[in-house]
């Protein structure tokens, strides 16, 4: 039979209103912003410092590449499991063994002695960090009803931002006063606070406990999907972006405008204070979509996704720019529209998937996220190493309206045959 999310009994609208009027659902949101912050602090790390130790260890663009390849091949890889277990063991260990195993991983990086080595704790740190956004997502499923989930998934990714924001001028700090290996350290370090005060605190809600052992589709009833695969091939076009700026814009400011490491962590945060704020507006302008056309909420988040995406295409003008402050303003642009775009697609497989299925989704759709990352990163490297950033400019200012275009028309409601 065809099934999206069951029709709500008495008793689920009972537990709805509950969760609805939970305070506790912010200090939940807290806790996944903070796990994201933490999450780009660690996966920032080597981008910060890549101009230190690309020098260092005599890494070319090339090799850098493959190192960031590494990262996003256990990312691709094990992003098609951990939603399926998130959604199995539930959020609250589920989390834990994530953010658990990437803070480790990150602690390895000190111990670094050249490319391949770091080519391989950054593997582990990708089988870690692949759990953060089907982790947060559930949770926002689990905790927020459909009209708050946009203005709630982008607080969580806002984490990712600010993340990017603090890391340049930390990790600066921290090489500059105390040495790049000091670096991996403190910033490991941080996860495992987090984790004790998510094991002390958390506490999943009664509806999701009662909930526990139903509403698992077959992984064969997902795969039936086509909401499913289109809406990963979006991924594969969208999340590459992403990676570009956080993976290679601190290289860029050496590279083309000659920047020092104190330079680069005296204004590598800018882009990504303006993506901090696309991810409240994003959830802002859903609302005021949501207001004034009265659509669908699965429609008013497409038309949001869109308009952020044409705000991307900024990046394609940057290369003709000569002045610095031009070229930051105009990728700063690129990262706003990046987030706010995210912020409304973050909330998608909640629109049509049921809560307890909702991280398998966004985890299966992260492999598209991951072969992308890996791809365009092997793309990027070579056209940095062959022509110049201007050109992967160009493409990462088109890869938007590709992804925006495959959003726009995925089905408005998850056919899904299981069989009971």
């Keep these: 039979m065809l099934v999206t999310q069951q029709s709500a009994s008495p008793e689920k609208l009972s537990r709805a209103v509950q969760i609805m ?155 500059l006063s105390t040495g790049w290996r000091a670096g991996f350290i403190v910033i490991g370090l941080l996860g495992f606070i987090w984790l004790a005060a998510w094991i002390v605190f958390y506490r999943a809600p009664q509806a999701v406990v009662a909930r526990a052992s139903v509403e698992h589709f077959p992984l064969i009833a997902l795969f039936r999907s086509r909401f499913l695969w289109q809406f990963t091939l979006s991924k594969v076009f969208s999340d590459p972006i992403w990676y570009f700026y956080t993976f290679w814009f601190p290289q860029y400011l050496k590279v083309d405008h000659g920047f020092t490491m104190r330079q680069i962590g005296e204004t590598a945060w800018i882009p990504f204070v303006t993506a901090a704020v696309g991810n409240i507006i994003g959830g802002v302008l859903f609302c005021q979509i949501l207001r004034v056309t009265e659509r669908p909420p699965a429609t008013a988040r497409r038309i949001a996704i869109l308009v952020f995406s044409l705000l991307m295409m900024s990046a394609i003008f940057v290369g003709g720019q000569r002045s610095t402050a031009d070229c930051i303003a105009l990728i700063s642009i690129a990262t706003f529209g990046y987030s706010g775009a995210l912020a409304n697609l973050l909330a998608v497989p909640g629109d049509v998937f049921s809560k307890n299925n909702v991280a398998s989704v966004w985890g299966f759709a992260s492999v598209g996220s991951g072969f992308g990352g890996m791809v365009f990163a092997l793309v990027t490297g070579w056209l940095v190493g062959h022509y110049s950033f201007r050109a992967a400019f160009v493409l990462f200012g088109i890869l938007p309206l590709i992804s925006a275009w495959i959003v726009w028309t995925l089905p408005q409601k998850a056919e899904l045959e299981a069989r009971t």
């Design 21 to 175: 009027n939970n305070p506790k659902k912010w200090i939940v949101l807290a806790f996944a912003f903070l796990a994201t912050v933490i999450n780009y602090l660690d996966r920032q790390t080597l981008s910060v410092m890549a101009p230190a130790l690309l020098e260092k260890f005599h890494i070319s663009a090339v090799s850098y590449s493959h190192i960031i390849f590494a990262f996003m091949l256990a990312y691709t890889l094990t992003n098609g499991v951990s939603g399926r277990v998130l959604d199995r063991v539930g959020s609250k260990i589920g989390y834990a063994l994530t953010i658990a195993w990437w803070s480790a991983a990150e602690i390895l990086h000190a111990f670094s002695a050249g490319a391949v080595s770091l080519g391989i704790f950054r593997f582990l740190l990708g089988v870690g960090e692949a759990g953060n956004y089907p982790a947060g997502v559930k949770l926002i499923a689990e905790w927020f009803p459909a009209e708050e989930r946009s203005l709630a998934s982008g607080i969580f990714n806002s984490g990712a931002s600010i993340g990017a924001i603090l890391a340049p001028p930390l990790l600066a700090w921290i090489v």
